[in-house]
């Protein structure tokens, strides 16, 4: 009951109280005095109300309900006032250091081993060891709403890095300055997906737990824009179908003369429940090239691309295989480290698909709850022609060997080592060796 109940009671008591006290046989005086002295409680109980009517605020003080600010229908999100949008902002800081036991990458001045462009036994740099990097550039910011309509739940979601290099030298001797990436920029409605983010032919939930943000060495990272449509038969099952952005890639050749006048078509099929998964991908691409020059060429070609993959969570729980195998004739960037080796120019002015293959396994073991190890083997095998490419990288090797300490859901701690060996046509060599040590602050 609140207050102001209480102020009617006692009126309405006090009323009753006056009205018994009127049919009692009292003289007089004691009846008058009596009167009097309930007027002054009545008087008593008006100013209080009085009073603590000043203190209420009007209706147009009230806050309205619409307006404050409440959980969002999504965990980790709040709704935003006035709207049936929810909004949830997270990411994290990630610090890690860095120190080249064997020939520092070609990238001295990245946070990635770079494998692929492992300093060769020839070059003068090849001696130099001992490198050491501190950085923080692998940070990232997420913002993403969920808002209902009358076509289904609209998820929208935004990430960005920092990773980008900045052209000035001395900004990065003074500052460490760095730029801002967007990672993926997407919107779901329904069974449709629109905008940037993994490419559909590739399979981004076997990657495995790492330090280094590269490898292993086999698989498949493109971020794309892209218009994906999804089937989710149940649980277990699900189809999808993309058109994505094309980008040809040949060696020795300048993009501005790549021709790429059709979308690449991408799809997957996907089959889990828990314990194993298997996923299908198929890529298809037209590839072409219009240019002048020593060599002139204008030609185009077909182009695919085949993957599967899959991991198995032995009956224990605290051992999970993981494995991934992709191929192609002009795999070229769907295989990683596999840019610009899509194809070749022939001496006629015609494009010659190149093959390429590659594949990784990963094993994790659970030590505790919060404490894991994985270990990792890579390789990609790109076919060139040695006498028009013999810089190009013909073989690459990679491994990865971590401890990984998770004490809370925002906090991460992992120590790595690193190997890569690549191998390009005319027979030389280069090697990576490192270890690598990040903290991880989830907010």
């Known amino acids: 009951m609140n207050n102001i ?33 309930l007027e002054s409680l009545m008087a008593k109980v008006e100013k209080l109300e009085e009073k603590r009517s000043e203190r209420q605020p009007t209706n147009t003080e009230t806050i309205p ?46 946070d990635v081993a770079s494998i692929h462009r492992a300093l060769l036994e020839d070059d003068p740099e090849y001696d130099i060891r001992g490198d050491v990097r501190l950085a923080g550039r692998d940070a990232r910011f997420n913002i993403e709403t969920y808002t209902p309509t009358n076509l289904g739940l609209m998820h929208i979601f935004m990430q960005t890095d920092f990773k980008g290099d900045p052209d000035n030298k ?21 069974n449709w997906l629109f905008g940037q983010t993994y490419s559909t032919y590739l399979d981004r939930s076997i990657f495995g737990d790492k330090v280094d943000p ?22 277990e099952h699900e189809l999808a179908f993309a058109i994505e952005n094309p980008h040809a890639d040949f060696v020795d050749a300048d993009d501005e003369n790549m021709v790429d006048g059709y979308p690449d078509l991408a799809m997957h099929y996907r089959y889990e429940n828990g314990q194993r998964m298997h996923q299908f991908g198929a890529m298809v691409r037209r590839m072409g090239i219009k240019q002048d020059g020593p060599i002139a060429a204008d030609d185009s070609v077909t182009a695919w691309g085949l993957n599967t993959s899959g991991y198995y969570w032995f009956p224990s729980r605290q051992n999970r295989l993981t494995w991934y195998l992709n191929f192609g004739d002009g795999i070229g960037r769907y295989l990683e480290a596999g840019r610009d080796q899509g194809a070749s120019i022939t001496a006629d002015g015609k494009l010659d698909t190149q093959f390429g293959y590659g ?23 790109y076919d060139l022609n040695p006498e028009e490419s013999p810089d190009a990288n013909k073989r690459l090797l990679s491994s990865h060997v971590n401890l990984i ?4 859901d925002q906090l991460e701690f992992g120590l790595e080592y ?16 490192r270890m690598m040590v990040n903290s991880i602050f989830i907010f």
């Open 418 to 433: 690193v190997w890569g060996k690549r191998e390009v046509h005319d027979g030389r060599k280069g090697y990576v060796s």
């Open 405 to 408: 300490w998770v004490p809370h």
């Open 5 to 37: 109940n209480h102020y009617h009671l006692s009126r309405i008591l006090l009323t009753i109280l006056l009205a018994g006290l009127l049919a009692t046989p009292v003289s007089g005086d004691e009846l008058e005095d009596l009167k009097k002295q």
């Open 170 to 190: 001395a900004s990065r001797a003074t500052t460490n300055r760095t730029a801002a990436n967007v990672r993926h920029a997407y919107a779901e409605l329904g």
């Open 214 to 235: 590269t490898g292993p060495q086999g698989r498949t990272m493109i971020r794309q824009g892209q218009l994906r449509y999804t089937h989710y038969f149940n649980d």
């Open 65 to 110: 309900i619409k307006d404050v600010v409440m959980a969002g229908q999504v965990p980790g999100t709040w709704k935003v006032p006035g709207t049936d949008t929810s909004l949830g902002i997270s990411g994290f800081i990630r610090a890690h250091m860095i120190y080249d036991i064997g020939p520092r990458p070609s990238s001295a001045g990245g």
């Open 359 to 381: 594949g990784f396994v990963t094993f994790k073991h659970l030590w505790t709850d919060t404490l894991s190890s994985n270990v990792d083997f890579g390789m990609g095998y």
